[in-house]
């Protein structure tokens, strides 16, 4: 059984920063953030290949965020700058099973649980 956990969600303020922590059990996934806001669909935030050296972001994010991962700890981090209020969303980290890094929600296998991002201004 493939279990996700996400932690490192929490409470800052417009233009600070926080690092999203995501562990995936089993094996080594591709793996993706997403987030959703009240009133508003998941979204993609970014993506890492299994190797760590592929990975993309959306426009929104870009040059702010940064993920990353260490396979030795089977975790992968969202390091999240400069962050605004419109980035306040609870976080979901998902694992795929396919080699490839995508956007789409529905090409991820598992997901967690999901940790909440709160950003005041």
């Known amino acids: 059984q493939v279990q996700v956990v996400e932690s490192g969600g929490g409470l800052v303020q417009a233009g600070g920063s926080l690092r999203l922590s995501c562990v995936a059990s089993g094996r080594t996934f591709t793996m993706g953030w997403f987030r959703q806001a009240p009133g508003k669909e998941r979204e993609f935030v970014a993506a890492i290949s299994r190797s760590g050296d592929s990975t993309f972001y959306a426009e929104s994010v870009k040059g702010r965020f940064t993920i990353s991962r260490d396979n030795a700890k089977n975790t992968v981090y969202l390091q999240m700058n400069s962050l605004k209020p419109e980035d306040m969303a609870v976080y979901y980290c998902?694992?795929?099973?396919?080699?490839?890094?995508?956007?789409?929600?529905?090409?991820?296998?598992?997901w967690g649980q999901g940790t909440q991002v709160t950003v005041s201004s």
């Open positions: 998902a694992a795929r099973v396919g080699t490839i890094p995508t956007n789409t929600a529905r090409s991820y296998d598992y």
